[in-house]
T-cell receptor, first 116, second 115 residues
Framework: DGGITQSPKYLFRKEGQNVTLSCEQN?????MYWYRQDPGQGLRLIYY???????QKGDIAEGYSVSREKKESFPLTVTSAQKNPTAFYLC???????????????FGAGTRLSVL | AQSVTQLDSHVSVSEGTPVLLRCNYS??????LFWYVQHPNKGLQLLLK??????LVKGINGFEAEFKKSETSFHLTKPSAHMSDAAEYFC?????????????FGAGTRLAVHP
């Protein structure tokens, strides 16, 4: 089945710890995205990548880092610098980041991160 | 500034009655607009999209939305609600900003469907 796989589904972080959220897609999409969702709010963009070996900060990148070494993978690290990491994290991908129909974003099932 | 406003944070309907979820946007040009649905602890699923073709857009599961430029609205409707429609719905505008096409999400409308 084609799709976007996020793991783990639930993750707990201790104080001062870095944690990494996995996002894998087998849709052959060039563009990938990470969003953060807080209760009662829409999604906010953390980082995005339009192509392998390239990524850019979104609206709330502080305290997060990413890499894009492979087309199908876009892991997100929540660093100890992120003081309020508790949220639902969603990964998405699209064929590309153009303005047309190829930029329909498809989402994974999400990872819920909590602080111990 | 570009933005999306979902006018109701919660909507409650009875099964079999119509659904109306309201969305207004602000944009300096004709935008691309989307509705996504999110069931509890799940990712987002695309319901429908408007990309400057027909103003009445039909989506999955019987939903449709009408783009009204004069009212800057993109309300989501369904003639008859089903229990499985209970979820959170997001109105989204896509715009070109900072060198890339980004999605701006509304705060969401939680739809409850009662028997």
């Amino acid at each position: 089945d084609g799709g976007i796989t996020q793991s783990p589904k639930y993750l707990f972080r201790k104080e001062g710890q870095n944690v990494t959220l996995s996002c894998e897609q087998n849709l052959n999409h060039d563009a990938m995205y990470w969003y953060r969702q807080d209760p009662g709010q829409g999604l906010r963009l953390i980082y995005y990548s339009q192509i392998v070996n390239d990524f850019q900060k979104g609206d709330i990148a502080e305290g997060y880092s990413v890499s894009r070494e492979k087309k199908e993978s876009f892991p997100l690290t929540v660093t100890s610098a992120q003081k309020n990491p508790t949220a639902f994290y969603l990964c998405a991908s699209s064929i590309d980041n153009s303005g047309g129909a190829k930029n329909i974003q498809y989402f994974g099932a999400g990872t819920r991160l909590s602080v111990l | 500034a570009q933005s999306v406003t979902q006018l109701d944070s919660h909507v409650s309907v009875s099964e079999g009655t119509p659904v109306l979820l309201r969305c207004n946007y602000s944009s300096s040009y004709s935008p691309s607009l989307f509705w996504y649905v999110q069931h509890p602890n799940k990712g987002l699923q695309l319901l429908l999209k408007y990309t400057s073709a027909a103003t009445l857009v039909k989506g999955i599961n019987g939903f449709e939305a009408e783009f009204k430029k004069s009212e800057t609205s993109f309300h989501l409707t369904k003639p008859s609600a089903h229990m499985s429609d209970a979820a959170e719905y997001f109105c989204v505008v896509r715009l070109f900003s900072g060198g890339y096409n980004k999605l701006i999400f509304g705060a969401g409308t939680r739809l409850a469907v009662h028997p």
